[in-house]
């Protein structure tokens, strides 16, 4: 009996299928411009390190500084305004609230003349019409600060895609240097997400079905990891093949090549 069994076992180790997949890191990525301007920074100390909040490329943006200052000012004093024409409407309103009784009092005496009836008359619409030339100015602050506020969004995003940090990815790749120009969709930089790692294999067909119940072997070593992800569509370049995907520990170093072994338990 145990004869037969380890016939079986190295059966199924002669005839277990072996892969190879190069380890590379879980992700890469393509980092394009979203700005204009000189490069001011393009730090080529920081490649092949990790990534911090410092920014490892830095366009001009001492324009858009300035005129976020101006911004910042205008709405202010915009804000102010507001505030003097809210206290100016208050006490308006108080002078309106009396000219209207002292006109509803004197416009059916018959002792006042129509010259004091009509002045009285043209003292309050004219108080009203200040009134609401105040409330229309209010209304066309509101109207600039809505812009204004805006303008700092665009401004403040400006500055910050003017920086680029990408913390916790380690810089593959610089594309531009110090004094260049760039331009929107223009790549700057490649990443990579060194976090953990990725095993990409092109299984046959005969190995799909079950793929994902395998047990994986790295390098002769039996692991616990399983398949991650697996397309049951082949593959427009490895024809007949089908991709599969294996997440692992990210390694001390990328780029090897890696045995992988799919085996029943």
Not at 136 to 142: F, H, S, V, Y
């Amino acid at each position: 009996m145990k004869f037969f069994i380890l016939l079986i076992f190295l059966y199924s180790t002669l005839f277990a299928k072996i892969y190879y997949s190069k380890v590379a890191p879980y992700e890469m990525r393509e980092i394009s411009s979203n700005v204009s301007g000189i490069v001011t920074l393009s730090d080529e100390n920081m490649l092949g390190k990790r990534l911090t909040s410092k920014p490892y490329i830095k366009v001009d943006a001492q324009l858009d500084k300035k005129e976020l200052q101006a911004v910042r000012e205008k709405l202010l004093i915009y804000a102010s305004t507001m505030q003097t024409n809210q206290k100016i409407l208050q006490n308006f309103k108080a002078l309106l609230k009396k000219k209207q009784k002292n006109y509803a009092e004197i416009k059916n005496l018959k002792i006042k003349s129509r010259i004091e009836k009509d002045k009285e008359f043209y003292d309050l619409i004219s108080s009203q019409n200040s009134y609401l030339a105040i409330e229309k100015e209010n209304n066309t602050l509101k109207t600039q600060m809505a812009d204004l506020e805006l303008r700092k969004a665009q401004l403040q995003k400006s500055i910050k895609d003017k920086n680029f940090s990408n913390a916790g990815f380690t810089l593959y790749a610089l594309f531009v240097k110090k004094g260049q120009v760039v331009n929107p969709a223009m790549l700057v930089a490649k990443i990579a997400d060194t976090s953990k790692a990725i095993l990409t294999l092109y299984l046959d067909a005969t190995d799909v079905a079950d793929a994902q119940k395998k047990i994986i072997y790295i390098d002769g070593k039996r692991t616990a990891y399983k398949i991650n992800r697996l397309l049951k569509i082949t593959d427009s370049v490895n024809i007949s093949k089908y991709k599969a995907q294996i997440i692992i520990k990210a390694p001390k170093t990328f780029s090897k090549l890696a045995q992988i072994e799919l085996k029943d338990e």
